[in-house]
């Protein structure tokens, strides 16, 4: 069992930067591949992000790729999204998810456990 918990999210102008931080408990967590999606309204949900368990292989959604980079320490339990260069257009409820293995993967299937999702409101 993972619980995840998201924070950091906020309103920031266009061009700005947000760091958002995912928190996890359960002992599964250290070999588990970790991702980030989001959720716009009367959008679906979808990929952002993913890190697999030891944090040498990342993969990234074109719309985010060179400014969003996704970090996780498993001393601490940690998952973290930076993002930079944000767009009107990231405005979304964001999702830290944990997968049912330590492979990555840009598909919300394979992801077993969820947080509760933190916004993320991007001005022009």
């Known amino acids: 069992q993972v619980q995840l918990v998201e924070s950091g999210g906020g309103l920031v102008q266009a061009g700005g930067s947000l760091r958002l931080s995912c928190a996890a408990s359960g002992r599964t967590f250290s070999s588990a591949a970790m991702g980030w999606f989001r959720q716009a309204p009367g959008e679906e949900r979808e990929f952002v992000a993913t890190i697999s368990w030891g944090g040498g292989n990342t993969y990234y959604a074109d719309s985010v790729k060179g400014r969003f980079t996704i970090s996780r320490n498993n001393a601490k339990n940690t998952v973290t999204l930076q993002m930079n260069s944000l767009k009107p257009e990231d405005t979304a409820v964001y999702y830290c998810?944990?997968?049912?293995?330590?492979?990555?993967?840009?598909?919300?299937?394979?992801?077993?456990?969820w947080g509760q999702g933190t916004q993320v409101t991007v001005s022009s």
């Open positions: 998810a944990a997968a049912d293995s330590s492979a990555i993967s840009i598909a919300t299937i394979d992801y077993k456990y």
